[in-house]
């Protein structure tokens, strides 16, 4: 979904109604578990969270200036999507992830690099993603992010 949504109460209120309360739940469900220091804001047109410059001056390479991305969530046309950049590039943590979800859903796991799809909204692993949000402190971000993206 494309949008120029400012805050994530305006995010909302632009995807479809049948959406709103999963969507939330998604959203207060990653808020909540976050280890200390991950703020949240509007990125990319998508609710997201990540290293704000205060913390990490340098900012994110491919938009120099801008707070170090994480994780954001966004409502596309068939699915809810949830990207969690820790996954694409922690492989150990990914592996963990794919080991783990079919203990939570029956769904099989529709993902992409960092992209977990879900197309069907009452099958979201709440407490897996829950999971998934303690394992990653902001200092390890900042050093998987140094070690695997950044651009020396």
Request: charged content about 25%.
């Amino acid at each position: 979904m494309q949008t120029t949504a400012l805050s994530a109460e305006e995010y909302l209120s632009q995807i479809p109604e049948e959406r709103q309360d999963i969507f939330k739940k998604l959203f207060d469900t990653i808020h909540t578990h976050l280890p200390e220091g991950f703020k949240f804001g509007m990125g990319y047109g998508m609710p997201g969270w990540g290293v704000q410059l205060e913390l990490y001056p340098a900012g994110y390479h491919c938009s120099p200036g801008t707070p170090l991305p994480f994780i954001s969530i966004a409502s596309q046309k068939n699915f809810i999507a949830l990207y969690h950049m820790g996954m694409y590039a922690q492989p150990e943590l990914l592996e963990w992830f794919t080991n783990e979800y079919p203990k939570y859903s029956k769904r099989k796991l529709d993902m992409g690099k960092s992209c977990v799809r879900f197309k069907k909204m009452d099958d979201i692993p709440m407490e897996l993603i829950a999971e998934l949000c303690k394992k990653v402190t902001v200092q390890d971000w900042i050093e998987y992010y140094e070690k695997n993206f950044k651009k020396k």
